[in-house]
T-cell receptor, first 113, second 113 residues
Framework: DAGITQSPRYKITETGRQVTLMCHQTWSHSYMFWYRQDLGHGLRLIYYSAAADITDKGEVPDGYVVSRSKTENFPLTLESATRSQTSVYFC????????????FGSGTRLTVV | GDSVTQMEGPVTLSEEAFLTINCTYTATGYPSLFWYVQYPGEGLQLLLKATKADDKGSNKGFEATYRKETTSFHLEKGSVQVSDSAVYFCAPLTTDSWGKLQFGAGTQVVVTP
């Protein structure tokens, strides 16, 4: 199906483990984004990407790594999970120059225990 | 840099009441403006947008007008329903080369029967 999908929907992991959150979009949008949403902080940008192999840090990048070898995929990796990374993570995509805004995935709820 | 200020929530209303959520922004130039809605347990969805001064965006009974003079984009609905209970985010599109959305903190709206 067309759209932007995130997986897994829910994830529980232990402190210190590496975990990867997946994001896949079918529109060939150039821009992709990762946000985390926490109570009291709204949406905070972690990383973004303008195209394959072009990524840059957002507001809260520490502890996260991204890659974008293909336009349609933008995985987010927590190298060594900490409890402070317990959050809901949203991926989004957009096409520059269209003023169409972002399309968001349904989110991944990550709990680090 | 660009920023956006939304009225704090929660906003609690009775069904059929009038809803206004204030949003003001600071930006270089004249950004496109967006309102997103997040229903419980879901990702953000585009509610409406306006791309130039005096434009009015509308959708699902909601309206917002791009006011260049006051740099505002207030969201309104004349008669809310219980199903409008959600968190609403105002977001100007930054005018830098990345075209990132700058999200407000979100305003929770609770509509009671």
């Amino acid at each position: 199906d067309a759209g932007i999908t995130q997986s897994p929907r829910y994830k529980i992991t232990e402190t210190g483990r590496q975990v990867t959150l997946m994001c896949h979009q079918t529109w060939s949008h150039s821009y992709m984004f990762w946000y985390r949403q926490d109570l009291g902080h709204g949406l905070r940008l972690i990383y973004y990407s303008a195209a394959a192999d072009i990524t840059d840090k957002g507001e809260v990048p520490d502890g996260y790594v991204v890659s974008r070898s293909k336009t349609e995929n933008f995985p987010l990796t927590l190298e060594s999970a900490t409890r402070s990374q317990t959050s809901v993570y949203f991926c989004a995509s957009s096409q520059p120059g269209t003023a169409s805004g972002y399309t968001f995935g349904s989110g991944t709820r990550l709990t680090v225990v | 840099g660009d920023s956006v200020t939304q009225m704090e929530g929660p906003v609690t209303l009775s069904e059929e009441a009038f809803l206004t959520i204030n949003c003001t922004y600071t930006a270089t130039g004249y950004p496109s403006l967006f309102w997103y809605v997040q229903y419980p347990g879901e990702g953000l969805q585009l509610l409406l947008k306006a791309t130039k001064a005096d434009d009015k965006g509308s959708n699902k009974g909601f309206e917002a007008t791009y006011r260049k003079e006051t740099t505002s984009f207030h969201l309104e609905k004349g008669s809310v329903q219980v199903s409008d209970s959600a968190v609403y985010f105002c977001a100007p599109l930054t005018t830098d080369s990345w075209g990132k959305l700058q999200f407000g903190a979100g305003t929770q709206v609770v509509v009671t029967p």
